[in-house]
């Protein structure tokens, strides 16, 4: 009997041992934020491995398809956004991996027209070189929005990572569920038999 | 990509998956001897941690699944085995979908059960030798993986996606996947064939290790 737990026991370090890095997920993921009028992003796997050449599209929050293309080489994706709405960006791999993201309306520039107003002048990019020459207040807030948001976004991936991340006790927690469950299926299992083994034996 | 998420095949295959599911777990359940869940229990947590060591290849990123191992250890029991692993994994990792679980736990118990049955058939044939039996668990390991891959092709095949580059990317990226497997069971199984060679012992099935004990 010892020798059998201490081989269970076994079989679970061994189990631990071999998923000992269990901040490793294996599911796609997006990450996108708007920086100006630019949504930036990339979908992703895990912290070093990008999902690259994948199909992305990007919905507006009124139904309309903004932008259809592929992720490149580092799995990244940029897209012009030219209405103040909610984007809804969704990745699909040809192998079945799928991963939606939603920018909100409230990370685009005010100077946007609302979803559904009028048809909107092509969006011009606004270089960052065009910075050193602040003038009118519409510039030194388009300039303010795109520096600030630059700044979050490395806090903004770190959250996400976080919140994306497996930890230890979510794998412990699984494991302690299939002792419970295995021990209530096994105590039902006995009392089923109970009247036969109160029989004289 | 063993793991399909919610909102990606289509209702007559989620329907197909959760029956099939449904029935091989009650035939499994009805069929397993209370003294060996605890084995279940096992490798199901195995299953269930197996998914987290996982490496990038090509274009996408897989992982173990070691459902070529549940097969071989459990035959028809792989089936609750790996309910539970992939309901929890869905909850707690975010790995496939709750709505979609009944079509990841086909994809991957069935070709299990089919390793299993298989694996009884070689052992009988490598009569007394632990090394041909390792070798026997070693190429099920790998199948289990090949089954499941084309069986995840399938899926979304049906669901009305193109079949023929789905299953080749999926076949394509898990030929590693196909290879530790393939190693990691036959490594597992032989080691168990020398340690304790009841440990795989079913009902029904009486080699020369059971005549032995």
């Known amino acids: 009997m010892i020798r059998r737990f201490a081989f269970v026991i076994a079989v679970i370090a061994l189990a631990l ?185 | 990509m063993a793991h399909i998420p919610d909102g990606v095949v289509s209702f007559p295959v989620l329907a197909v998956g959760a029956a099939v599911t449904v029935a091989g777990c009650a035939y499994a359940l009805k069929r397993l001897p209370p003294e060996r869940i605890p084995q279940a229990a096992i490798l199901s947590a195995v299953f269930f941690v197996a998914s987290l060591v996982h490496f990038p290849v090509g274009p996408s990123s897989v992982h173990l699944i070691l459902n070529g191992l549940t097969g071989v250890i459990l035959g028809w029991a792989a089936f609750p085995a790996i309910l539970i692993a992939l309901l929890l994994q869905a909850v707690l990792f975010g790995f496939g979908g709750v709505v979609v679980l009944g079509v990841n736990v086909m994809n991957m118990a069935v070709p299990a059960v089919i390793c299993g049955l298989l694996f009884d058939v070689l052992y009988r044939r490598t009569g007394d030798s632990p090394r041909l039996a390792a070798l026997a668990a070693g190429f099920c390991g790998g199948l289990g993986v090949l089954l499941t891959t084309l069986a995840v092709a399938l899926s979304l095949g049906v669901s009305g996606r193109e079949f023929l580059p789905a299953a080749k990317l999926i076949v394509l990226t898990h030929v590693p996947v196909m290879v530790v497997e393939a190693v990691f069971t036959a490594a597992a199984i032989g080691l168990v064939l020398r340690v304790k060679p009841g440990f795989i012992a079913r009902p029904g099935l009486s080699p020369a290790w059971e005549r032995v004990e």
Do not use: C
């Open chain 1, 17 to 201: 041992g071999t998923g000992s890095p269990p901040a490793l997920a294996h599911k796609m993921k997006i990450f996108a934020s708007a920086t100006g009028a630019t949504i930036l992003g990339y979908a992703y796997f895990n912290a070093d491995s990008r999902a690259v050449q994948t199909k992305v599209s990007v919905r507006g929050a009124d139904g309309s398809t903004v932008f259809t293309g592929v992720t490149d080489d580092k799995g990244q994706f940029a897209v012009q956004a030219t209405r103040r709405m909610d984007h809804h960006i969704s990745v699909i791999g040809d192998d079945g991996h799928m991963a939606t993201f939603t920018v909100t309306a409230a990370e685009l520039p005010d100077s946007l027209p609302p979803a559904g107003g009028a048809a909107p002048a092509p969006a011009a990019a606004v270089p960052a070189a065009a910075a050193a020459t602040v003038v009118g207040s519409d510039d030194l807030r388009n300039f303010i929005d795109q520096s600030v948001s630059r700044q979050l976004r490395p806090l903004r991936e770190q959250i996400d990572a976080y919140q994306e991340k497996i930890w230890l006790h979510d794998v412990i927690g699984g494991i302690g569920y299939i002792v419970g469950v295995a021990g209530l299926a096994f105590g039902f299992a006995n009392r089923r038999r109970r009247p036969q083994v109160t029989e004289p034996s």
